[in-house]
Nanobody
Framework: QVQLVESGGGLVQAGGSLRLSCAAS????????MGWFRQAPGKEREFVAA????????YYVDSVKDRFTISRDNAKNTVLLQMNSLKPEDTAVYYC????????????????????WGQGTQVTVSS
């Protein structure tokens, strides 16, 4: 069983920054591919970023490239999402997800590739 707990959401003005954190349980955290997804009201859950177990590979959705950075600290069982130059369209509930199966590839962009999810943290960007 893996538990994921997100934190760091909040209200920020456009152009501002937030850093989301996801604390994960589990002794083999470094084996998990991790992802961040978001869901805005009335919209489907959207892939944001993913990172491999070692941290050496990442994927981003085009809309956040050059603004968001995903990273991980396997010693602390933590995944971070640094969000800069935030826009009102980034407003959503952000979810952390863990994949417990080996492998890395474009499938990490699909929510179906993940086995555990956090409860989500709200990010609101005002214009």
């Amino acid at each position: 069983q893996v538990q994921l707990v997100e934190s760091g959401g909040g209200l920020v003005q456009a152009g501002g920054s937030l850093r989301l954190s996801c604390a994960a349980s589990g002794r083999t955290f470094s084996s998990y591919g991790m992802g961040w997804f978001r869901q805005a009201p009335g919209k489907e859950r959207e892939f944001v970023a993913a990172i491999s177990g070692s941290g050496g590979s990442t994927y981003y959705v085009d809309s956040v490239k050059d603004r968001f950075t995903i990273s991980r600290d396997n010693a602390k069982n933590t995944v971070l999402l640094q969000m800069n130059s935030l826009k009102p369209e980034d407003t959503a509930v952000y979810y952390c997800a863990a994949r417990l199966r080996a492998g890395w590839g474009p499938f990490m962009r699909s929510h179906n590739s993940y086995h555990y999810w956090g409860q989500g943290t709200q990010v609101t960007v005002s214009s």
